[in-house]
């Protein structure tokens, strides 16, 4: 890209040798550059060149005749006259960089001829030297810029500047540096102002050689003994300068030496003529001060030098005497007389001392450096400034007169000056070094520190211009530096910075230890500043010095710095001025708008201030243009490059997530993508050209990663980086299927990408001649574009194909080659992905905000994965229909999932359904079933596009990827969804559950099992692993079972659990054989009977709690079965098997647990809730055998007998009155329905027992002569009878534990409301009414049924007053009515007959008429408390409290309690009855 001066230099000299490598493209017409946004110089440009230009090239053969004759010319051309050739020549005629714009995708048609038809470089040009491409330009640039001095190679190039590798150093310097160390040996490098040559000298020695060619280089070095060499080691590195031969002699040096005390040598030739390295001329400069050391030495004019000493002397050193002969001469320079009137006594006084008086003012005062300024009018002179630590003085030397001493200044105080004016602050300055422009002004390197500028130093390049010669300079100018170093800088020493203005500027070089900073002073606010850094281990030990005085009338429209690296050899920095010079011109305005307002007005002068405050932030544009320049040189040139020396990193402040490094690192990924960056070569090798792009785009990432940034980069856009790359990846492999593809037979199958592509191009609006190539080259970034475009118009190419017989193959083809393309392109991105993870780190956790989709996730990719699936299934039983019967009878016996609704009661059986145990008839083994197919098939040819067999082969293996892929698919949309919340997250994981065992189970009879494994255990679909291993493997399913969950763990057995519970094989389900599997089978049932307590592992849990001694969990289990079951009977032996687990548990030494007790009685009260159940039966048919005059026992529990049916009805109607089935219709069909449950023996709840017992009203006594029960039977359930409410109230106790409070309320209510109304309220009012004796009162009371109730639960049952215990006014049903209608019976009704219980649909009007009962009973209710049932009903309680006082006294003791118990009955009497005297008398009255 960039083009040295001194290449033309080395080529004379060089002339025979044999001629460079030239690249191809050398003679291609050159084009406008283009220009990049890195500077506003660029921005400018860019404005200007807004369409690219269609690129030109020579065909090969007229390159390779215009090369040969090229070579052959500059071979047999004289030396000088080719150099009279190029000096007639302006350099900036020839642009460093000649590169044209891609062609616009708007003008892709017309520009891909000539694309295409360059020619690619040589593939010995790919490689260089540093592991890196030697990359010519896109449009075919010459090999200038790619190569520098030497045929070096580039290794970093801008837009406007650029390094190249000059030349490696020789063996003998190799040698020399790696023998010693440079931390503790003082080293001296640096290179020649003209001609190429180098050296590097130690105390003791120095080496020169010449880099300017290979030749050179191996055989031209020349070891020079350093004068001084007496005790070496405690000396300082020796002042070196190489000196140019005197007339046109540039293929030889001279070399100056002066050693730390002052001893000079001299060199006049070392390589040719009569020089040598034993031939030198000596002297001594005697230092006034035998403690000082010569630092410095500088070119004042050709063949006069002047040394500066570390206290500031100077010493004139001449080379050639008055006749041009080689002479050695020097003395010290002293102030003049004439410096000792006016201005210059004056500065001769703050010096102070005598004539020889250093230029330091001082003790701590030190040289900073010294430079050559400008001629002044004395023939053959010209001033010569000393910077020291503090002060910069000004002297005139010259060759034919003596020195003049002018003056000394205060430098540090004229910076803090002007720097405190600009920042209104402090501020401390010191100086670095020192150089000159060719007008005359200084420019020094300073540091300043202020508050404003925070607690690092900012390097500034100060500019100080005098108004006349013998005046001090003023500062004009100060020019921030971007760059900050990272170690503290010296003053002294290899550490401090330097200073170098090849060719008196603009161009700038501030160079430190590991970096170069180049700057071109442009007379506007856009000046130019790039700093290139060095890796550690690569320091700089020497630059080139300057050019020979006087300068060249004309500036060069490039700049170069030559600079040797320890590691690297000789390297050349190059910048263009000309074309940053041009851009700052025409963005003068706005540079004039910019400037700093408080920077000294200088109109058109040629270094007014710079446009950017020291310190002031870039703002957000610039700052990604710097980050897009940085990043593209690292990704180019230094990624992967362990070679150049050259250290890319890049740094950032950002707190968290850095909006410019993302959009920056975006850019430049995006234009590798498109093919748009201008660093990309074009080769006619489109796969090495995709290869080369994805190389590119991944060192974007790598790049952010190794400096220590991807923190800064958000996860989206890590996910569009790693796309980026995925997409370049998909795209090579793509094309290599494309090559493959070509060799098949023509047709549509071979041409099925070529005509998608094309098509696809067309859609969008895009036509070009070879669209193929064109869509490789700019739209790779489409490729998930065109599956999604193929998935779409598949089917009607396919349509279109199946007219004919052959036409059905090339059908076939086409899914078989779509099949290949999907598998190419996401195959290779995933496993890209997954090679990349821990580079891109988008696996991690999704960020909520930032979550970013992929498109390789995208809907319309899974819908195309899932299509193709089903496509190569139903192809593979097209085919093996045709050609295959053993493969198409086993897909044919198959029933995959969701082939059926599984809710179809016609749904045909699978092998996959019917698989419970390992006894079970299966598959063939996988193993053999693909070894058998492979045999049966015999193909005849292993070519699909032959052999129906062998596409079948391929199809059936394609669908394990396509497979892979779709899950892979489903899994990251999954991820992303959920990540995000969104609400379709739930309908993908039901769609992914249903296709994962799907197309897993379909390669089962594809004898693909194996594969089904590997996929089912990638992505842990235990449920699919289970069923393969008793459909394929029954031989060896124990084992695999083992070994699986050992794997997988609890999660695994929880799966093989549930799929023999779903299954209902109970016995393998228990028959475990593994003590772990015993400890999960365990957790699962308890698991089960948490979330369905009424299911089936209640039933079956408590045989696997035996099995483990756990008797106490089976007691509890089988007490839950007893109380759920159906069955009276059932229920009666699982509680009586609870009850003898309790009596095992009560066995046990030191069993104590709590809930194992509650259980306990839980069990008895259900045991006693089925002795009620059984007693009501006995009852029901003994009264219904009783009523029809026979004996013969009657058939029950058989739902479908019409004699057991009406023997129900009868029960109904002989527990009931009419009147009671008259006013109540509706509860009376509830109760037939519970007396239909209580026949056939079905279990019922509390509240259905509670309306059992409490409904009837009418309830004859069992005669035990004429029934046909024993005595002891009849009076059970003649006293079960009597005291039904008692029982009921006593079972509602029993059963509220499990209960909700309003159940437990209406059913309370509903006992006691139905127990107030037994009793004929009226008519005991009416025998009541008159004049009734108190003996009388309590004996009519005593007869009623409530009086009987009480008693009974207060003495007998000894249930808790007032807990189960209702007044008449707390009893009416109005408060329950919705409840007792809408949720308990109504629903129940409706879906009686589904469950097999026994009951019936009702009609609509069922809640009406429920409704409508119930409040019969409130009315019948209402009707007894107005005659006097709360009276009564005290009266009652107080009565039964009475007596069971007396029961419990301490005369009839029944337990250690009685005392208790008489208070509880005082309590019950007074207190919570509510009874005293003056209701006593109110009775009384009422009787009278």
């Not at 708007?106 to 010995?124: F, K, M, T, Y």
């Not at 089976?1114 to 759920?1124: F, S, T, V």
């Not at 009501?1176 to 009264?1183: A, C, F, G, I, P």
């Not at 013969?1192 to 009155?1217: F, G, I, Q, Y």
């Amino acid at each position: 890209m960039f083009t040295s001066p001194s290449v033309r230099v080395r080529r004379r000299q060089t002339a025979k040798q044999p001629p460079a490598e030239v690249c191809s493209g050398e003679l291609a017409a050159a084009q406008p550059p283009l220009k990049r946004n890195s500077s506003l110089a660029g921005s400018a440009s860019t404005l200007q060149n807004s369409s690219r230009l269609q690129e030109v090239s020579l065909p090969a053969g007229q390159q390779q005749e215009q090369q040969s004759h090229t070579d052959a010319s500059s071979q047999h051309s004289h030396p000088q006259k080719k150099q009279a050739l190029e000096s007639k020549r302006p350099v900036w005629l020839a642009p460093l960089t000649q590169r044209a714009r891609r062609p616009q995708l708007a003008h892709e048609s017309s520009a891909h001829v000539s694309r295409d038809s360059r020619l690619a470089a040589p593939e010995e040009a790919e490689e260089t030297g540093f592991g890196e491409a030697a990359q010519p330009d896109r449009t075919g640039s010459t090999a200038e810029s790619t190569r520098s001095l030497g045929g070096g190679h580039v290794l970093l190039r801008g837009d406007q500047h650029a390094v190249y590798d000059a030349a490696a150093f020789p063996e003998a310097v190799r040698r020399l540096l790696g023998a010693i160390d440079l931390a503790s040996v003082p080293t001296a490098a640096g290179l020649s102002s003209s001609g190429s040559f180098a050296f590097v000298a130690t105390p003791t020695t120095c080496l020169v050689w010449s880099y300017g060619s290979a030749a050179g280089a191996a055989a031209g070095v020349y070891r020079l003994a350093m004068p001084d060499p007496a005790d070496a080691a405690g000396f300082e590195a020796p002042v070196v300068a190489l000196v140019p031969p005197a007339g046109d002699a540039q293929s030889d040096v001279g070399v100056l030496a002066c050693s730390a005390t002052g001893q000079l040598r001299y060199w006049d030739c070392v390589a040719f003529g009569l020089g040598g390295t034993d031939r030198f001329h000596s002297a001594s400069l005697e230092l006034p001060d035998a403690a000082d050391r010569c630092e410095q030495i500088t070119e004042v004019y050709p063949a006069l030098y002047v040394v500066a000493t570390a206290k500031g002397y100077l010493f004139q050193v001449s080379l050639h005497n008055p006749q041009g002969a080689a002479e050695l001469a020097a003395h010290c320079l002293s102030k003049s007389a004439g410096a000792r009137t006016g201005m210059l006594s004056r500065v001769s006084s703050l010096l102070g001392g005598p004539q020889l008086a250093p230029a330091t003012a001082a003790a701590g005062d030190a040289l900073v450096g010294v430079a050559a300024g400008a001629r002044t009018e004395i023939r053959h002179s010209r001033e010569v400034f000393v910077l020291t630590r503090q002060r910069l003085a000004k002297w005139v030397v010259s060759r034919a007169h003596s020195e003049k001493f002018l003056f000394s200044m205060d430098i540090l105080h004229a910076l803090s000056a002007e720097a405190a004016r600009r920042f209104d602050a402090d501020v401390d300055a010191s100086v670095y070094d020192v150089a000159t422009t060719r007008s005359g002004d200084v420019c020094v390197v300073a540091g300043l520190r202020a508050p404003a500028l925070g607690t690092r130093e900012q390097l500034t390049v100060a500019v100080l211009r005098s108004r006349r010669v013998s005046t001090e300079p003023e500062v004009v100018g100060l020019w921030p530096l971007r760059y900050a170093p990272d170690a503290e800088l010296a003053q002294s020493g290899p550490g401090r910075p330097r200073l170098v203005l090849p060719e008196g500027g603009p161009a700038a070089f501030v160079v430190f230890r590991h970096a170069v900073v180049a700057l071109v002073l442009a007379a506007a606010a856009a000046a130019f500043e790039e700093a290139v850094s060095f890796r550690n281990e690569d320091a700089i030990l020497g630059v080139s010095t300057a050019p020979p005085f006087p300068y060249a009338r004309q500036e060069s429209a490039e700049s170069n710095l030559m600079l040797t690296c320890v590691g690297a050899g000789v390297l050349q920095v190059c910048v263009e001025v000309g074309k940053i010079l041009s851009a700052a011109s025409l963005a003068g305005a706005s540079a004039a708008t910019d400037a700093e307002p408080h920077g000294t007005e200088m109109g058109a002068a040629p270094w007014p201030s710079p446009g950017t405050r020291v310190g002031k932030a870039s703002s957000p544009d610039s700052l990604e243009r710097e980050y897009q320049t940085q990043i593209e040189q690292a990704v180019f040139f230094g990624v992967g490059n362990t070679h150049n020396p050259l250290s890319f990193t890049i740094t950032s402040h950002a707190a968290g997530v850095d909006p410019a490094l993302e959009t920056a690192a975006l850019r430049v990924s995006q234009s590798i993508l498109d093919n748009t960056s201008h660093f990309i070569v074009d080769r006619l090798d489109l796969g090495a050209h995709l290869n080369e792009r994805l190389r590119r785009a991944q060192a974007v990432m790598q790049f952010v990663a190794d400096s220590g940034l991807a923190a800064k980069l958000s996860r989206e856009t890590r996910v569009h980086l790693c796309a980026h790359a995925e997409k370049l990846a998909a795209a090579a492999t793509l094309w290599e299927y494309q090559n493959d593809i070509w060799a098949k037979k023509a047709g549509a199958a071979s041409q099925l990408l070529a005509n998608l592509v094309a098509s696809f191009l067309e859609s969008v609006g895009l036509q070009t001649r070879d669209s193929l190539r064109s869509f490789f080259r700019q739209h790779v970034a489409a490729v998930g574009d065109v599956l999604v475009f193929m998935h779409r118009n598949l089917p009607a190419l396919r349509r279109a194909l199946n007219g004919s017989e052959s036409g059905r193959h090339d059908s076939q083809l086409v899914s078989y080659e779509a099949n290949r393309i999907v598998v190419a392109v996401l195959q290779s991105a995933m496993m890209f992905r997954f090679q990349n993870a821990a580079l891109y780190d988008v696996d991690c956790l999704p960020e909520l905000a930032a979550a970013s989709e992929r498109w390789t996730e995208h809907p319309a990719i899974i819908d195309l994965l899932v299509q193709r699936l089903e496509g190569s299934y139903r192809l593979c039983r097209e085919i093996s229909g045709q050609h295959c019967a053993s493969v198409y009878e086993r897909i044919s016996a198959t029933t995959l999932p969701s082939d059926e609704d599984p809710g179809d009661a016609n749904r045909s059986l699978s092998i996959f359904d019917a698989a419970v145990s390992i006894s079970h008839p299966c598959l063939p083994d996988a193993a053999d079933t693909h070894s058998n197919e492979e045999a049966r098939m015999r193909l005849g040819s292993d070519d699909p596009y032959v052999s129906s067999l062998a596409l079948l082969r391929e199809t059936i293996d394609q669908i394990g990827p396509l497979a892979n892929l779709c899950f892979r698919a489903f899994v990251d949309r999954i991820t992303l969804l959920q990540a995000t919340g969104a609400s379709d997250a739930a309908e993908l994981v039901r769609r992914y559950d249903a296709a994962r065992p799907r197309y897993l189970l379909c390669l089962v009879p594809l004898a693909r099992a194996s594969v089904a494994y590997r996929l089912a255990e990638e992505y842990q679909d235990l449920a699919t692993l289970v069923t393969l291993v008793f459909t394929t493997d029954s031989g060896n399913a124990v084992m695999q079972l083992r070994r699986y969950s050992e794997r997988f763990g609890r999660p695994f057995a929880d799966t093989l659990f549930a799929y023999y519970d779903k299954r209902q094989a109970w016995a393998s389900l228990l028959d475990t054989q593994d003590a772990s599997f015993d400890a999960w089978l365990k957790e699962y049932i308890d698991q089960r009977m948490a979330a369905d307590p009424h299911g089936p592992m209640a039933q079956i849990g408590w045989i696997h709690d035996v099995k483990m001694d756990d008797f106490g969990a089976a007691a509890a289990k089988l007490a839950r079965a007893g109380r759920d079951s159906l069955d009276v009977d059932q229920a009666r032996t699982m509680l009586s098997l609870s009850k003898l687990a309790f009596h095992a548990v009560e066995c046990q030494e030191g069993s104590c647990d709590a809930d194992i007790d509650e259980a306990h009685a839980r069990l008895e009260d259900a045991l006693e809730m089925c002795q009620v159940q059984e007693n009501l039966v006995q009852y029901l048919t003994t009264v219904v055998r009783d009523s029809r005059g026979h004996a013969p026992e009657l058939t029950w529990r058989r739902r479908d007998d019409v004699s057991d049916k009406k023997a129900v009805l009868d029960a109904a109607m002989l527990t009931t009155t009419p009147e009671t089935r008259h006013d109540r219709p509706a509860l009376y069909i509830v109760y037939n329905e519970l007396v239909r449950c209580i026949w056939n023996g079905r279990t019922l709840s509390a509240e259905d027992l509670v309306d059992a017992l409490t409904f009837p009203d009418s309830t004859p006594a069992i005669d035990s002569a004429s029934a046909s029960c024993s005595a002891e039977d009849a009076e059970q359930c003649n006293a079960l009878v009597r005291e039904r409410c008692s029982l009921a109230v006593d079972i509602l106790s029993r059963a509220s534990i499990g209960l909700p409070e309003q159940t437990r309320e209406a059913a309370l209510k509903t006992i006691w409301r139905r127990v107030f109304l037994s009793d004929d309220w009226p008519a005991i009012r009416k025998r009541l009414g008159g004049n009734v004796p108190d003996s009388e009162l309590r004996a009519e009371l005593e007869q009623t049924h409530l009086h009987a109730v009480l008693e009974n639960c207060l003495i007998t049952r000894e249930l808790a007053h007032p807990d189960w215990y209702l007044l008449p006014a707390d009893a009416f049903a109005a408060d329950d009515l919705d409840y007792l209608v809408s949720t308990r019976l109504e629903p129940r009704f409706a879906s009686g007959s589904e469950d097999g219980s026994g009951w019936k649909p009702l009609s609509t009007t069922t809640a009406s008429a429920l409704q409508k009962d119930y409040g019969v009973e409130d009315s019948r209710l209402r009707a007894a408390i107005d005659c006097g049932l709360d009276n009564y009903y005290t009266e009652i309680m107080r009565t039964v409290s009475d007596q069971m006082s007396r029961c419990r006294s301490p005369a009839h003791p029944a337990d250690g309690a009685a005392s208790d118990m008489d208070a509880g009955s005082s309590s019950v009497g007074t207190e919570v009855l509510g009874y005293d005297e003056d209701e006593d008398d109110e009775m009384q009255m009422e009787s009278d």
